[in-house]
T-cell receptor, first 118, second 114 residues
Framework: DTAVSQTPKYLVTQMGNDKSIKCEQN?????MYWYKQDSKKFLKIMFS???????INETVPNRFSPKSPDKAHLNLHINSLELGDSAVYFC?????????????????FGPGTRLTVL | EDKVVQSPLSLVVHEGDTVTLNCSYE??????LLWYKQEKKAPTFLFML??SGIEKKSGRLSSILDKKELFSILNITATQTGDSAVYLC??????????????WGLGTSLAVNP
């Protein structure tokens, strides 16, 4: 199936730990994103990667570091987890550029990773 | 500062009612406006609007954009319990570095009662 997948789906960990969330898309898209959705359901963009280059970084703490080994993967590493990091993290991807049939900037989302920091 | 405001924040209706959800925006270098439906997990794409006055339809859902007054509406006719969800509006713009970004509204939580 063509999709955006994330692992793990659930992550429960202690404050101070370091954890990673993985994202993969097999849609042939060239841009990938990480969003944080807090308890109020507000989606906040964290990072955007286009052709392995970071193009948006919306004032996210340095403890969060995205790593994109190739166009199909964008992993999120979080150092020294804090209570406020508890949220659902969504990965998404889209196709950019001219002359393509797919709707420009229509984003396809992964199922989300629910992170709970104790 | 770019912002997207949705109203109402929540809405409770009965099956068969028609609802109108609003999304107003203030952004620089507007490119498009998108509507998403979010149920229990990831948002699913509904519409992308780039031109004023052209209605987009998908079954009982329709949406239109007014670029002069800077808003969009999402209509749902003959609502069903399966329409219960959070409806998110997002506006695509360009930042100072000419990079794309999406600005999200807080969403409208719709509950359709049988």
């Amino acid at each position: 199936d063509t999709a955006v997948s994330q692992t793990p789906k659930y992550l429960v960990t202690q404050m101070g730990n370091d954890k990673s969330i993985k994202c993969e898309q097999n849609l042939g898209h060239d841009t990938m994103y990480w969003y944080k959705q807090d308890s109020k359901k507000f989606l906040k963009i964290m990072f955007s990667y286009n052709n392995k280059e970071l193009i948006i970084n919306e004032t996210v703490p340095n403890r969060f570091s995205p790593k994109s080994p190739d166009k199909a993967h964008l992993n999120l590493h979080i150092n020294s987890l804090e209570l406020g990091d508890s949220a659902v993290y969504f990965c998404a991807s889209s196709l950019t550029g001219q002359g393509r049939r797919t709707s420009y900037n229509e984003q396809f989302f992964g199922p989300g990773t629910r992170l709970t920091v104790l | 500062e770019d912002k997207v405001v949705q109203s109402p924040l929540s809405l409770v209706v009965h099956e068969g009612d028609t609802v109108t959800l609003n999304c107003s925006y203030e952004v620089t270098n507007f490119r498009s406006l998108l509507w998403y439906k979010q149920e229990k997990k990831a948002p699913t794409f509904l519409f992308m609007l780039t031109s004023s006055g052209i209605e987009k339809k998908s079954g009982r859902l329709s949406s239109i954009l007014d670029k002069k007054e800077l808003f969009s509406i999402l209509n749902i006719t003959a609502t069903q319990t399966g329409d219960s969800a959070v409806y998110l509006c997002a506006v695509e713009a360009r930042n100072a570095g000419n990079n794309r970004k999406l600005i999200w509204g807080l969403g409208t939580s719709l509950a359709v009662n049988p």
